[in-house]
């Protein structure tokens, strides 16, 4: 029965049927299993990256040093389509599917994949003609060594309320932009182009005051165009260089227009949710499959554990947990499938994919450390040693629930778009056809009519609640 659980591309075999890209996933999976494996475990225990600011005569280089395999990783899926296929495929699901068997192996490596196709598609959809001819190409090459993108918002004030956190101010300079500020928290630190936030000069200091610019790593004249203070020491997605860079006078340009930027910065964040959703239940999946292989070796009390009634029980509590995330993470990249070509003003459906994200982000993320743990706890206390793969996999879940924003932030959002937009009135208008939603559409609606503070206090329960019913409606 959960055999499924052992290899990332029989669970999506498993959960959405056989997919025309199978042999594609199948040939990226075998990969990760002959060569990639020692590669990810490896750099998680002692190979993160290393950053050397200054070359040998004393020049700034701020270069992100690897080992050579971890290269060898990063290109695999670079060449297996992390990037590419969206653009040839004119959809965004090959590219989240590969993420899927990435992360099941090394989430931190799934990172610069996310990043760089969300860049990809802002330079696609935003950039000025001469700028999206000279460096889309490099993106998209199939060598397995594009140039690589990275997403940076978040500053030292906080990133969770980007409208007063963002301190980077963005003067003009003829057909550019010089960009002055810190970025805090900034994953692929070394890409060679990064979408950033930052204020315009003179702007409001509030969300509508921000843009979005694209800022290359190196200047017109070679030069670095921007700074790497110093790179993260962190608990899980330790493969993926996160660093502090500093913006100083760094040349950038306007992606789509000034009075538009939160709605460009929602789609690359957006973007990023719906993988880390899918990535959270590939390393939920992890966890399990690690606790499956132990818990049928382990004996106690005359048997293998897996066979005892509690835990057999549990597994398939589990089991059955991830077959619904995967549904509701699954939906999320059908929704966002339809509508990542959309520009703002957006459609009706492009608000019900914002509410869908925003609840698999939050589910998903939530029930990946909690599976994870539990994961943990099945191998005894062998799960607390480092020896043992279950300690890795609830480090890297507690990543997947802050970053791309947290809980809270998912769950905030996910009220905003119901309440602003009606979102969930076209959600539950498309789970009609499938099942009763009549009291649960009551409760939502009962709830958006709270006074606000009791609305917002009491929201985690309607969330997890609703994403729940989703999740199990799609199943
Ligand atoms: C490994 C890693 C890599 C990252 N890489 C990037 C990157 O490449 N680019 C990037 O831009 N960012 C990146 N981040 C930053 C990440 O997106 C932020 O950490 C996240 O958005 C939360 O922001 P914060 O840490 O500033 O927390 P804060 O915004 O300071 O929030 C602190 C706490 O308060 C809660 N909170 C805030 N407001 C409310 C509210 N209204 N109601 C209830 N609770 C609230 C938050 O949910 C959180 O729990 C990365 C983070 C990590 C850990």
Known sequence: MFEALRSPAAFLRHTLGELPQGPAFREYESWWEREGKPISDATDRAGTPWLRMFDRSGNRVDEILFAPEYWSALRTGYEAGAVWRA???????????????ACFYDPGITCPYTVSLATAVAVDKYARPDLKARFLPAMLRKDGAPWQGATWMTELGGGSDLGAGVETVARPAGDHWLLIGDKYFASNAGAELAVVAARPE?????VRGLALFLLPRRRENGELNYFVRRLKDKIGTRSVPTGE???????????????????????VLNLSRVANSMGSVAVAQRALAEALGFAEQRVAFGKPVIEHPLLRKQFEEHFSALQAAMALAWGAVQHLDEVWRETSPYSGCYHLFRLVAHLAKYWTSDLAPRIARWAMEVHGGLGALAEFPAERWFREAMVLTIWEGTCHRQILDGLEVMERKGAHRLLFDRLRRLTDVTAMEARVERHLGLPVD????RAEELFRDLAVFVASTLR
């Open 87 to 101: 653009f040839e495929e004119h959809s965004l699901t090959s590219c989240l599917l590969l993420d899927y068997i």
């Open 202 to 206: 003179g702007a409001p200091h509030n």
């Open 245 to 267: 860079v500093e913006l100083r006078d760094s040349e950038a340009w306007l992606l789509g227009s000034t009075d538009k930027g939160i709605h460009l910065i929602l789609e």
């Open 454 to 457: 009791e609305r917002e206090a």
